[in-house]
């Protein structure tokens, strides 16, 4: 019996992934990677991050979306599984909007973190 978890996101970009991943400093490898669990399980993921404790957490293409796939019961980070699919989550639509934007013309003249944990963002573009 698989110990992996497949919980659902909304993330169907992979660049816009890592990119979420590297800002939030998180360390990841590129997969396709075997993400390690319960008993030497493995499954095979686009996106790892390897943790102390020998145990992974990995993002998986469902044909859909990228999964979080993960033994939970092994899940060694400083906030709990939600929490950190909230962050990255928000960090994921920040990216897929700068590269929105930016294929659209658009630069960033304004960008502020909010104490609510928001992102405020002005965007510009200068017509010819």
Request: aromatic share 10%; no cysteine.
């Amino acid at each position: 019996m698989s110990h992996f978890s497949q919980i659902k996101t909304q993330i169907r970009n992979l660049s816009s992934l890592q990119a979420a991943l590297t800002d939030l400093g998180i360390d990841w490898k590129p997969g396709p990677q075997e993400v390690r669990g319960y008993r030497e399980q493995t499954h095979t993921a686009d996106v790892v991050i390897e943790q102390s404790n020998g145990y992974d957490i990995g993002f998986s293409w469902n044909g859909a979306e990228y999964e979080l796939v993960a033994d939970l019961q092994f899940w060694n980070q400083p906030t709990p599984v939600d929490h950190f699919l909230s962050k990255v989550t928000q960090r994921y639509a920040f990216q897929t909007v700068l590269n929105e934007s930016v294929q659209r013309g658009f630069q960033v003249s304004e960008q502020q973190q909010n104490s609510d944990g928001s992102i405020r963002l002005v965007l510009q573009r200068w017509g010819a």
